[in-house]
Structures are given as structure tokens and as C-alpha cells.
């Protein structure tokens, strides 16, 4: 299929994922919020919507929203100050969405997530049913991180890596990508010669590719976490555009604007994927090299006998990164022993843990059903 019939899966999506950054939604003095590019934005999809297809608008602009209204000049840097900013700036931000959205007809959903959302799978499956009931009513769910409560230790950081998971979540069939610049260029977009990128196909060409950038004063995202976000996108087989908020109508239409990511390969389940992207790993487990080829080649289940260490502290049922003799990760599983137990299993065959500590130790470390290779 080409990068023009691929381009059309946005266009002929049945369900849609739209990611914009706070600069797409703000003006340039200070951060305070801009309706006029608000509106712009939900005229376009509105007019989605109610042609048949449904959106999911996850939505930054909480934190700049409150600038203003707390009488700041610039995005706050300390934690404390952001969630204030947040907490003002969030119910501004879907009243916004709300008049917009109404004006057309439509009735929006705040619905706001943590990292730890995605990480514990009881609140994933439970995100996933509130969204999926939503869409089904005909509500428009406006997504953020829920700045208010979150921590620099579990926070997404940026709503790029968001939109990706809540992509994956909802089984969107696209995602696109807003932003204050049009595309990704080989090289930095203001040195003359820099080219635009029209297609990346399984990621291939990025090695060659000078990206950088940290995003706007009123933003916390940047090139580099938009193409990570396409890459989770693509390993759920979702075709995912990168452009400015100003094209996004040419984006929905399948037009040649952007960039467009293309998946390969086959769609891995969703359990993969909330394993190999929405978790964060607890602890590191060192293979041998036997073991190392067992699970990546064989595709087999993690024994003791293959374990030569244990980092880190854990409980049964967390997720812990399987990693080779040089600490290298290669995988991602849920393991069934604490970190306490597990260094006196190491190197010994669980008939032989099953005939001295009882047969409940006769089972694997990390079963196939729960690992993912990364």
C-alpha cells in the first residue's frame, strides 16, 4: 500500500485520535489561552464527528490556561505551581471546548488520566470501557493528564505519549499529531536545504535524521517525544500524522501534508502493548545467554534456572525488564515471584524448587503469555 492510500487511513478512519500541544492553543504572549485558535480547531473536528467519524481530542493547554488567571508571565517550573496553574486552568480549558463544541451540537467528556492509569492494568481496562462507553454515546472525550495529582516520578511528561497509548486504548484507526511545526524535516526546518519528511515507513530513515528541540515555553513535548508517540502508534499498527495545527484539515483528508508514520508487521495484542508501553518496569532480571535466546528466539518462558541476577524491588504480578549478561534490555514481562524470593531460585530447575519448597514454586518466573520483546 503507498504512503498516499496510507495517509487515507486518517481520512477513512472509524475512530479517530487527535493529539494538540498548548502553543497550537495559546498566544504568543505569555501562554494565555486563545479561543479563536480553539475554535478553529473544533470547527474542523466537529465537522468529523458529524460526518460519521469519532473523535478523541486529547487535549494539553491546562497548566497554560492558568497562567494568565493566576497573574504568571511564563509555564511555571516548579511541580507544586504547575498543578496550581493546572487546577484553574483545566476547567477553563473544557469550558472552552464545551461553547465550542456545543455550537455545533456536540457535547464533550473531560476525561483525565495518570501514567499510573496506564500502568496498572485494572485502571486500563477501566479507562478503555469509560471511553469506548462515551464514543458510543456520541460524546466527544476531551483527554489530559491529570496535572493536578500527578508526579514528577508518574506522569507522562508530555501528551504525545499519551495520545499514543489512549490510540492503542480506544483501537483507534489513526492518530494525528498537532503541533506549532508542519512536519518533520531532515534537519533543523530553518537551516536552508532542510527538506521535509513526507513518509517514514517502520522508522526506517530516522538513524539519519538530526532531531531535537524541547517545545515551546508554554509546552513540555518536542519533536523527539512526537516521533517516539508515532513509533507505540505504529507497533499498534496505527498510521499516525505529524503536522501543524493550521493543516489539520488537510490532515484529516488525507492530504499530503505532514508526515505521515507507517506501520509494519502485524498488530500486536493490546496486552502486549499496555505491557511494552504503558508500564514502568519495577526491577531488572540478568539472563544468561542461554536464556537470553530462549525468550527471544524460542519465544519460551522465563525459568529460574536462566536468571543470573536480580535488581531492584518488587512484588508478584509487576512488571520487571529481562535484560542480557551486559544489562542490555531485551524484554518486558510480569513476574511471579517478589524480588525477595528470587535470589535463592536462581540457576535451579523448578522441579527441583517443586520437591523442596513445595509444588507452588513448579512454575515459570515470567510466563510467554505475560513477556514482550523489546
Request: charged share 20%; glycine share 12%.
Amino acid at each position: 500500500m503507498s504512503a498516499a492510500d496510507r495517509r487515507g487511513d486518517v481520512a477513512r478512519a472509524r475512530r479517530l485520535v487527535v493529539k494538540v500541544g498548548s502553543s497550537s492553543l495559546t498566544d504568543g504572549g505569555g501562554g494565555a489561552l486563545d479561543e479563536q485558535r480553539l475554535v478553529a480547531l473544533v470547527d474542523v473536528l466537529a465537522t468529523r464527528r458529524l460526518t460519521g467519524q469519532q473523535v478523541v481530542l486529547v487535549s494539553s493547554g491546562a497548566i497554560a490556561a492558568g497562567i494568565a488567571p493566576l497573574g504568571l508571565t511564563k509555564r511555571p517550573g516548579d511541580l507544586a505551581t504547575q498543578q496550581a496553574a493546572a487546577s484553574v486552568g483545566q476547567g477553563a480549558l473544557v469550558a472552552a471546548y464545551q461553547r465550542a463544541f456545543g455550537a455545533h451540537g456536540l457535547t464533550v467528556g473531560q476525561v483525565l488520566l495518570t501514567a499510573d492509569d496506564m500502568t496498572r492494568r485494572s485502571h486500563y481496562t477501566n479507562a478503555r470501557r469509560t471511553l469506548d462507553r462515551l464514543l458510543e454515546l456520541g460524546i466527544v472525550p476531551i483527554v489530559n493528564e491529570n496535572d493536578t495529582v500527578a508526579t514528577h516520578e508518574i506522569r507522562f511528561g508530555d501528551n504525545d505519549r499519551l495520545a499514543s497509548l489512549v490510540a492503542h486504548l480506544v483501537n483507534a484507526d489513526g492518530l494525528v499529531l498537532l503541533t506549532d511545526v508542519d512536519a518533520l524535516y531532515d534537519g533543523p526546518p530553518s537551516r536552508p536545504g532542510t527538506r521535509r519528511v513526507p513518509t517514514v515507513v517502520g522508522g526506517e530513515g530516522l538513524d539519519a535524521i538530526s532531531i531535537g528541540g524541547t517545545g515551546s515555553s508554554v509546552g513540555s513535548g518536542g519533536m523527539v517525544t512526537k516521533v517516539e508517540a508515532a513509533s507505540i502508534a505504529n507497533a499498534a499498527g496505527i498510521t499516525t500524522v505529524l503536522t501543524s495545527a493550521t493543516q489539520v484539515e488537510q490532515a484529516l483528508a488525507g492530504e499530503d501534508v505532514g508526515t505521515v508514520f507507517v506501520p509494519t508487521g502485524s498488530r500486536r495484542t493490546s496486552r502486549k502493548l499496555w505491557l511494552a508501553h504503558a508500564t514502568t518496569p519495577m526491577g531488572r532480571l540478568l539472563l544468561d545467554p542461554g536464556a537470553v535466546r530462549a525468550v527471544t528466539e524460542r519465544r519460551t518462558s522465563l525459568l529460574p534456572a536462566g536468571i543470573t541476577g536480580v535488581e531492584g524491588t518488587f512484588s508478584d504480578g509487576d512488571p520487571v525488564d529481562l535484560c542480557t549478561p551486559e544489562g542490555r534490555v531485551i524484554g518486558r514481562g510480569l513476574v511471579n515471584y517478589t524480588s525477595a524470593e528470587l535470589p535463592g531460585m536462581l540457576g535451579r530447575s523448578t522441579r527441583e524448587l517443586a520437591k523442596e519448597l513445595g509444588p507452588a514454586y513448579e512454575r515459570e518466573v515470567i510466563h510467554r503469555d505475560d513477556l514482550v520483546i523489546l
